[in-house]
């Protein structure tokens, strides 16, 4: 079956640094790749997609990586800042109304 | 301003009882899910519902029970059958015939089972 894993365990950053989120999945080869952000007791909102024929994707500081090689999304926040402290969801759509999200990675960032 | 509520934010039931989320949205999509949240895990579907009185089981259907009777409303129901329902619920929406499937989330609602 289809899985995605991220770091479980929390990236602790100093403001104003880029930090990096990985996201790996298996037994499926996605068209496209959804981020999401997660704030406590909270929905997720979503953020951007890239899709296969993309290597790279930007929004303002948040940039996104896809290696269908690799299986493997990378999601970057630049010159962070305390407000971006959150959880962040990788998810991918596998069709028929069907999405996975993975488990997420918390993001703190200390000023 | 268009978006998706849920209500009760936090529900407390007894072992036993039946229990009802709401959710209700005015976006005018026509795609409306639910899903479970527990700690460590990624969210996972319970059901899902395509059109108005039409629904499909998700992964996780067994113990919950939904209806469609209006665009806007996607009630869940949680049975007693369900035998651990302690979790967080997200219910969200998406817009038909878009080719990724953005999701559109509700503030979720905190089930406590005591």
């Known amino acids: 079956s289809q899985k995605i894993e991220q770091n479980s365990e929390a990236l602790n950053i100093q403001e104003g640094k880029t930090a990096t989120l990985t996201c790996n999945y298996t037994n499926y080869s996605p068209a496209y790749l959804q981020w999401y952000r997660q704030d406590p007791g909270r929905g997720p909102v979503f953020l951007l997609l890239?899709?296969?024929?993309?290597k790279e994707k930007r929004k303002e500081r948040l940039k996104v990586t896809f290696d269908t090689t690799l299986k493997q999304s990378l999601f970057h926040i630049t010159a962070s800042q305390p407000a971006d402290s959150a959880t962040y969801l990788c998810a991918l759509y596998t069709g028929g109304f069907k999405t996975i999200f993975g488990a997420g990675t918390r993001l703190f960032v200390k000023a | 301003d268009g978006g998706i509520t849920q209500s009760p934010k936090y529900l407390f039931r007894k072992e036993g009882q039946n229990v009802t989320l709401s959710c209700e949205q005015n976006l005018n999509h026509d795609a409306m899910y639910w899903y479970r949240q527990d700690p460590g895990q990624g969210l996972r579907l319970i059901y899902y519902?395509?059109?108005?009185?039409?629904?499909q089981k998700g992964d996780i259907a067994e113990g919950y029970s939904v209806s469609r009777e209006k665009k806007e409303s996607f009630p869940l129901t949680v049975t007693s059958a369900q035998k651990n329902p302690t979790a967080f619920y997200l219910c969200a929406s998406s817009i038909e015939g878009q080719d990724y499937n953005e999701q559109f989330f509700g503030p979720g609602t905190r089930l406590t089972v005591l």
């Open positions: 890239i899709r296969e024929n993309e």
């Open positions: 519902s395509q059109i108005v009185n039409d629904f």
